[in-house]
């Protein structure tokens, strides 16, 4: 079993910065991919950003690029979020989420396990 827990959601204006965290705990893989996702009401669960085991890999989603950056801290086990220039649009609750092996997907259901998430709230 492995055990996320996220931190660092809150409320920001518009083009304002937040950072969220995600520990990690419990019996984890050899290899093994983490992510972020989110997700707003009446909206299915979007994907945000992943990045694999050794952080040699990342991949955004679109809406995201070059204002949102993951990192990890492998002494820490704690997974990170920078999230720059802000909008409205990004207002939902945030996911870490754990997926064993080594390839990054965007799907959700490709995950196995999920933190509780934590809400950011970005006003205009």
């Known amino acids: 079993q492995v055990q996320l827990v996220e931190s660092g959601g809150g409320w920001v204006q518009a083009g304002g910065s937040l950072r969220l965290s995600c520990a990690t705990s419990?019996?984890?893989?050899?290899?093994?991919?983490m992510g972020w996702f989110r997700q707003s009401p009446g909206k299915e669960r979007e994907f945000v950003a992943a990045?694999?085991?050794?952080?040699?890999?990342?991949v955004y989603a679109d809406s995201v690029k070059g204002r949102f950056t993951s990192s990890r801290d492998s002494a820490k086990n704690t997974l990170y979020l920078q999230m720059n220039s802000l909008k409205p649009e990004d207002t939902a609750v945030y996911y870490c989420?754990?997926?064993?092996?080594?390839?990054?997907?965007?799907?959700?259901?490709?995950?196995?396990?999920w933190g509780q998430g934590t809400q950011v709230t970005v006003s205009s």
């Open positions: 419990g019996r984890t893989d050899s290899n093994y991919v």
């Open positions: 990045i694999t085991l050794s952080g040699g890999s990342t």
């Open positions: 989420a754990y997926r064993r092996g080594y390839f990054i997907l965007p799907s959700a259901k490709q995950y196995d396990y």
